[in-house]
């Protein structure tokens, strides 16, 4: 059974994280990988839960959970079936969990990350069972798990300040996908002939049908179903020309006659 990766980002002084901001980034993120089956669904209003075909990913906030913090942003990245596939799921979640982690710290520095494994599926019950045994900042002193480092200053977006036009393109966000699911070759452009070119292979085509039916007939075929190909009528041009000249020499002569 592959185990959940789960990360408590303590905060005890500002800036708290904001929640909706982090969610609706990472919902932007996930929505271009090409899962077949995908959903978020909100448990309350602190807890998201997204799911992408045999993974979880559940993202809950707890505002002054005690201990002396003022913010507890727990992230969790697990199986979302206890049947999933354990070996290659494991890692791959591990890695993304660690992934999104830094990606949150650098934008909002963590006093404190505190990592668990837990086998199986996870959900928002399991996790306010791990906030609730949260130790008390003074007893964790030096014992972090990870420390971060100076509060990176951030430009506040007012809404509609900004026009309606599609987002970019993120290394962070492309990171995030590259975690997801393995890269897919681009396709590769195949340039159009122009249309004098496709007319001049029509013409060849039909002209091949007076002189061999069928090799013209199928080059036609392929025309209308593949695309022109000047290059391969060429070809069938010069190899029917060759063999009529066969067939009309004296030797090609003897060998239709033995045949016949």
Request: net charge neutral; hydrophobic share 50%.
């Amino acid at each position: 059974m592959p185990k959940s990766t789960i990360a408590q980002l303590l905060y005890a002084e500002h800036p708290i994280p904001n929640f909706a901001r982090i969610v609706g980034e990472l919902d932007s993120a996930l929505e271009r990988c090409p899962a077949q089956a995908r959903s978020l669904v909100w448990d309350c209003e602190d807890t998201a839960v997204f799911e992408l075909d045999a993974m979880r990913i559940v993202l809950a906030h707890a505002d002054n959970p005690g201990c002396g913090y003022l913010c507890c942003l727990t992230l969790s990245v697990g199986p979302a079936r206890p049947e999933a596939d354990a070996p290659a799921l494991a890692q791959r979640l591990d890695g993304l969990c660690r992934l999104l982690v830094e990606r949150i710290v650098t934008r909002y520095p963590a006093e404190m990350v505190l990592w668990h494994d837990k086998p199986g599926v996870v959900t928002p019950d399991a996790l306010d069972a791990l906030l609730q045994a949260v130790p008390s900042r003074r007893h964790l002193g030096g014992k972090a798990a990870l420390r971060t480092a100076a509060v990176l200053a951030l430009p506040m977006v007012v809404a509609n300040d900004l026009p309606d036009l599609p987002r970019r393109q993120s290394a962070e966000l492309q990171r995030v996908r590259e975690a997801l699911y393995p890269m897919l070759p681009e396709p590769v452009a195949v340039a159009r002939p122009s249309t004098q070119m496709r007319l001049a292979t029509h013409a060849v085509n039909s002209t091949l049908i007076i002189v061999a039916l069928p090799v013209g007939a199928a080059l036609l075929t392929y025309s209308l179903l593949r695309g022109e190909d000047m290059r391969l009528s060429a070809r069938a041009v010069a190899l029917t020309g060759a063999v009529l000249g066969v067939l009309q020499s004296p030797l090609g002569q003897q060998v239709s006659a033995l045949m016949v």
